[in-house]
Nanobody, 125 residues
Framework: QVQLVESGGGSVQAGGSLRLSCATS????????MGWFRQAPGKEREGVAT???????LYTSSAKDRFTISRDNAKNTLYLQTNRLKPEDTAMYYC???????????????????WGQGTQVTVSS
């Protein structure tokens, strides 16, 4: 069974940084396409970044050049380093795992079968 547990969220001022972590059940991070998504109150869930089993990464325009997705296979953990945070980055952040090793460029939440419970990121101006 695939289990995902996020941590690392918190409250920061604009310009600050946070590193989000997603602990996964054994081999999940190694063998599957994985992604980070976020959802702000009253808005739809949106993609942030994805990484496949080769380490290939993709970012949405809101995350590019500020966020970095990475994976530690030995620790079965997915990370999202967030830098130069803005108030509009405030949201619940979720990690997700697909049933395939490659992401096929997908930021569609329906492509991902497994989700964590989320970790809250709040950025004040």
């Amino acid at each position: 069974q695939v289990q995902l547990v996020e941590s690392g969220g918190g409250s920061v001022q604009a310009g600050g940084s946070l590193r989000l972590s997603c602990a996964t059940s054994e081999y999940t991070a190694t063998n599957r396409c994985m992604g980070w998504f976020r959802q702000a109150p009253g808005k739809e869930r949106e993609g942030v970044a994805t990484i496949d089993i080769t380490g290939f990464t993709l970012y949405t325009s809101s995350a590019k050049d500020r966020f970095t997705i990475s994976r530690d296979n030995a620790k079965n953990t997915l990370y999202l380093q967030t830098n130069r945070l803005k108030p509009e980055d405030t949201a619940m952040y979720y990690c997700a795992a697909a049933d395939t090793p490659y992401c096929s460029g997908s930021f569609d939440p329906s492509f991902y079968s497994y989700w964590g419970q989320g970790t809250q990121v709040t950025v004040s101006s």
